[in-house]
């Protein structure tokens, strides 16, 4: 893939029509779906011409929203455990210091920005993410959304309009319908459908090797995929705009260490800037 090709267009978030379709169920709270993320963009940066994701918020996290605080503890340690075993940094503190409000609210917030479209919904998550586990904001609080908007490129008011609609509220329930319909009882979980409608979903429930969804989609497609490479590493810090070494290395089939060779070459060049994460490192691109 050139850079001009990767920067140009999204392939698995363009409205074109794709051969196969993914549900990912997630949680925004959720430090797995956190770690699935540097598998998620090999997969859409080899073989994204072959398909399109759908989110869908599970509410799984739902019940956070009456847990006690003594309760805390252990979704801190949680998060530190992921996050020490993914490379996927995200501080427990948050949990103790600053907890997150309502989940409920985040994900109104999410199918708000869907609502600008499913690319701009990619953006927003993304962002929220972000906001999230390397920044320690609560997520549920209004202005850090109407930042999170912004950031992501919406248009805030017609997010903050949306946001406080119907429409965002009912999206949401749809998608905890469909949780219910496919049985989902995890996450994060992915569901595999090509185009006949008569054919059974494959789901997988989990993190698994990136060679195991590859699998996957070879063995729903009618076609042998022909992989895609990846972009020159800037191209990809220029569109994904913060990434963690960890993405990096999965995406570009590297050790730690050689990333962080690699950016800090970035970095003499004032192309990147490095920010603090509890575990790992994350990278902003600042221009060229």
Request: glycine share 4%; proline share 4%.
């Amino acid at each position: 893939m050139s850079n001009q090709e990767f920067t140009s267009k999204s392939q698995s978030f363009s409205n074109e029509k794709k051969p196969l379709e993914l549900y990912l169920f997630i949680d925004p709270l959720s430090p797995e779906c956190w770690a699935l993320e540097p598998i998620l963009k090999k997969l859409h940066i080899e073989y994204g011409k072959y398909f399109s994701i759908k989110h869908v918020l599970s509410g799984r996290i739902a019940n956070l929203n009456h847990r006690k605080k003594k309760n805390y503890e252990f979704i801190a340690d949680l998060w530190e455990k992921t996050a020490s075993r993914s490379g996927m940094s995200c501080d427990g503190n948050l949990w103790l210091e600053n907890p997150v409000a309502s989940p409920y609210i985040a994900s109104i917030a999410i199918k708000a920005a869907e609502l600008q479209g499913r690319r701009a919904g990619f953006r927003f998550l993304r962002k929220l993410q972000e906001i999230l586990f390397i920044d320690k904001q609560n997520i549920s609080n209004i202005d850090v959304l109407r930042i999170c908007a912004k950031s992501a490129g919406l248009d805030v008011e017609e997010f903050i309009s949306d946001f406080h609609s119907d429409s965002a509220a009912k999206a949401f329930q749809c998608d905890l319908k469909i949780t219910t319909e496919m049985e989902v009882h995890e996450i994060p979980t992915l569901v595999f459908f090509n185009e006949n409608a008569e054919d059974e979903g494959i789901k997988i429930t989990g993190t698994y090797p990136y060679e195991v969804y590859v699998q996957i989609l070879e063995e729903m497609l009618s076609v042998q995929p022909i992989k895609n490479q990846p972009p020159s590493m800037e191209a990809f810090l220029k569109y994904f705009k913060v990434v963690a070494s960890k993405e990096i290395a999965v995406v570009y089939n590297m050790t730690i260490s050689q990333v962080e060779r690699e950016m800090k070459q970035l970095l003499l060049l004032q192309k990147v800037e490095q920010l603090p994460a509890k575990y790992g490192t994350f990278w902003r691109y600042v221009g060229e």
